[in-house]
């Protein structure tokens, strides 16, 4: 089999997420424009998919003539081959019954979608296994995709039965937007950061934030397992905190929130992974550095920076491990089925806010259902509350407190990001950007207690003089930073929240 996908010079179909497929089959060619799904421009804004469209086969075989018309649109001038993938395709259909993952990944309401899955024909999937070769005008990747469709609940449970047993994994992208992705010039890694449709309702915009910030981790996921950067892990970790807080965000707004628990446990995990490797990374980059100029020769401090960066070293192979497992593999796919399936909701209502690819058009908003929009300032209202609460003390706070507040800080600047295009951005920048101050002040504050815990992981390296030197230049820091939380407070207290 041969796919190649066509695109103008000025890439006008990619920035509607579209690309031309077109495919081989003997004598005839068949033409479609395919959805890319969520793909990332160079500020990481992710658009939503477009509609699908049916494939259209064409007479005329060798060349483009009556295509946009036969594809019921326009398509732009000069279509070139930005890639091609040559290889083979098996084909299988099976009978598979839904399976324990029904009741573990959506609670009760999947259950019922899954026992009406399993009846006459409802639980036949098809499988497709393409292996071959994605060649490109840069390079050529040998990959492998199992494209597995029908009934949704019968198609993820087959999928995790799979990633249990075999050494595979939820793709990031469609294979024509890793295709298009892996022949540009220059590719921005994704943000994590959902931009929600102004008009998206609290159930639609907990799946959107799902799918976009899942599709964020697996995307991240090879580089940060590679341990030849710090900016993998970190962007890793603030998209997993930007999910786990959209998830208990929402959560109160939406029936059936028991269907959060297991991913919301797998998330735990991740994080617990993460944060070793996260810690040793600004230990290196920053205080680790920091010392090192101020005492150039010290020889204890040189092997103390030795150990901690063989330190470095096992907590990234940990993490390797940890992303190597079906485990992870599971949980993105356990993700990626909350977004499609949304166990919140009521079975016999339609999927909505995304668009129907069956049909070709969006489905109507429920009118019963909440806009997040209306939703967005009471939630807002409500974490600054908490901060301002847990904050009333700071100037007498101890290191435990304060770092308390941190974490409230934490929480409320990732709640206006993940709201903030439902509020004039100006004023949402200024809002954040005070509140990132306050938080780093408090991070500061707080790296004494951090790289104690370090220090001890060392053993004999982290006890002796070199280890006293860091705590001291640690808690130098900490005490100026400490003296300066008090006048970042009062600033950050004095403006106006944005969604007031």
Same mark, same amino acid.
């Given at each position: 089999m041969?796919?190649?996908?066509?695109?103008?010079?000025?890439a006008?179909?990619?920035?509607e997420?579209?690309?031309?497929a077109?495919?081989?089959?003997?004598?005839a060619?068949l033409?479609?424009?395919?959805?890319?799904?969520?793909?990332?421009?160079?500020?990481?804004?992710?658009?939503?998919?477009?509609?699908?469209?049916?494939?259209?086969?064409? +007479?005329?075989?060798?060349?483009?003539?009556g295509?946009?018309?036969?594809?019921?649109?326009?398509l732009?001038?000069?279509?070139r081959?930005?890639?091609?993938?040559?290889g083979?395709?098996?084909s299988a259909?099976?009978?598979?019954?839904?399976?324990?993952i029904?009741?573990?990944?959506?609670g009760?309401?999947?259950?019922?979608?899954?026992?009406?899955?399993?009846e006459?024909?409802?639980?036949?999937?098809?499988?497709?296994?393409?292996e071959?070769?994605?060649?490109?005008?840069?390079?050529?990747r040998?990959?492998?995709?199992?494209?597995?469709?029908?009934?949704?609940?019968?198609?993820?449970?087959?999928?995790?039965?799979?990633?249990?047993?075999?050494?595979?994994?939820?793709?990031?992208?469609?294979?024509?937007?890793?295709? !298009?992705?892996?022949?540009?010039e220059?590719?921005?890694?994704?943000?994590?950061?959902?931009?929600?449709?102004?008009?998206?309702?609290?159930?639609?915009a907990?799946?959107?934030?799902?799918?976009?910030?899942?599709?964020?981790?697996?995307?991240?996921?090879?580089?940060?397992?590679?341990?030849?950067?710090?900016?993998?892990?970190?962007?890793?970790?603030v998209? !997993?905190?930007r999910?786990?807080?959209?998830?208990?965000?929402?959560?109160p707004?939406?029936?059936?929130?028991?269907?959060?628990?297991?991913?919301?446990?797998?998330?735990?995990t991740?994080?617990?992974?993460?944060?070793?490797?996260?810690?040793?990374?600004?230990?290196?980059?920053?205080?680790?550095?920091a010392?090192?100029?101020?005492?150039?020769?010290?020889?204890?401090?040189?092997?103390?920076?030795?150990?901690?960066r063989?330190?470095r070293?096992?907590?990234?192979?940990?993490?390797?491990?940890?992303?190597?497992?079906?485990?992870?593999?599971r949980l993105? !796919?356990?993700?990626?089925?909350?977004?499609?399936?949304?166990?919140?909701?009521?079975?016999? !209502?339609?999927?909505?806010?995304m668009?129907?690819?069956?049909?070709?058009?969006a489905?109507?908003?429920?009118?019963?259902?909440?806009?997040l929009?209306?939703?967005?300032?009471?939630?807002?209202?409500r974490?600054?509350?908490?901060?301002?609460?847990?904050?009333?003390?700071?100037?007498?706070?101890?290191?435990?407190?304060l770092?308390?507040?941190?974490l409230?800080?934490?929480?409320?600047?990732?709640?206006?990001?993940?709201?903030s295009? &439902? &509020?004039?951005?100006r004023?949402?920048?200024?809002?954040?950007?005070?509140?990132?101050?306050?938080?780093?002040?408090?991070?500061?504050?707080?790296?004494?207690? +951090?790289?104690?815990?370090?220090?001890?992981?060392?053993?004999?390296?982290?006890?002796?003089?070199?280890?006293?030197?860091?705590?001291?230049f640690v808690?130098a820091?900490?005490?100026?930073?400490?003296?300066?939380?008090e006048?970042?407070?009062?600033?950050?207290?004095?403006?106006?929240? &944005?969604?007031?």
């Amino acid at each position: 089999m041969r796919v190649a996908w066509h695109d103008a010079a000025d890439a006008a179909l990619a920035a509607e997420g579209l690309a031309l497929a077109e495919e081989q089959r003997g004598r005839a060619r068949l033409w479609w424009l395919e959805p890319l799904g969520s793909t990332a421009d160079k500020k990481g804004e992710s658009p939503p998919a477009p509609p699908g469209v049916v494939p259209a086969i064409l +007479a005329e075989a060798d060349h483009l003539a009556g295509l946009g018309e036969a594809l019921g649109r326009t398509l732009p001038d000069g279509l070139r081959t930005v890639a091609r993938f040559e290889g083979t395709r098996r084909s299988a259909t099976i009978a598979a019954a839904p399976g324990e993952i029904a009741s573990e990944i959506a609670g009760e309401v999947v259950g019922e979608i899954a026992e009406e899955a399993a009846e006459g024909t409802a639980g036949q999937i098809a499988l497709d296994l393409l292996e071959g070769t994605l060649h490109t005008a840069r390079a050529d990747r040998r990959l492998a995709r199992l494209r597995l469709s029908g009934p949704p609940v019968a198609v993820f449970a087959l999928a995790d039965q799979l990633l249990a047993d075999l050494p595979c994994a939820v793709p990031a992208t469609s294979l024509a937007a890793e295709a !298009l992705s892996f022949g540009a010039e220059d590719v921005s890694p994704p943000s994590g950061l959902p931009v929600l449709p102004p008009a998206i309702a609290v159930s639609g915009a907990l799946a959107w934030m799902v799918a976009s910030l899942a599709r964020t981790l697996v995307a991240l996921a090879p580089s940060a397992a590679s341990g030849e950067g710090s900016e993998p892990v970190h962007q890793m970790r603030v998209a !997993l905190r930007r999910l786990r807080t959209a998830m208990t965000l929402l959560k109160p707004l939406v029936p059936g929130p028991a269907a959060l628990t297991e991913a919301t446990a797998g998330l735990g995990t991740l994080a617990r992974a993460l944060g070793p490797a996260r810690e040793w990374d600004v230990f290196l980059e920053g205080t680790g550095p920091a010392v090192a100029a101020a005492f150039p020769k010290d020889a204890p401090l040189a092997r103390l920076l030795k150990a901690a960066r063989r330190r470095r070293d096992t907590a990234y192979a940990a993490l390797r491990a940890e992303l190597d497992q079906a485990d992870f593999r599971r949980l993105i !796919l356990r993700l990626a089925a909350l977004a499609v399936l949304r166990p919140w909701e009521t079975p016999s !209502l339609p999927a909505r806010d995304m668009p129907d690819e069956a049909h070709g058009h969006a489905v109507p908003e429920a009118e019963a259902e909440t806009a997040l929009a209306e939703a967005a300032p009471a939630l807002m209202q409500r974490r600054y509350r908490k901060l301002l609460s847990a904050a009333s003390d700071i100037e007498t706070a101890d290191a435990v407190h304060l770092h308390a507040i941190r974490l409230r800080a934490k929480r409320l600047r990732y709640a206006g990001e993940l709201l903030s295009p &439902f &509020f004039p951005r100006r004023d949402v920048q200024r809002f954040i950007r005070r509140l990132a101050r306050l938080q780093d002040r408090l991070g500061t504050v707080n790296d004494a207690v +951090a790289v104690e815990r370090l220090l001890a992981e060392l053993g004999p390296a982290g006890s002796g003089e070199a280890g006293g030197v860091v705590r001291g230049f640690v808690a130098a820091n900490a005490l100026r930073e400490r003296a300066r939380v008090e006048a970042v407070w009062r600033k950050f207290r004095k403006q106006t929240p &944005f969604w007031t």
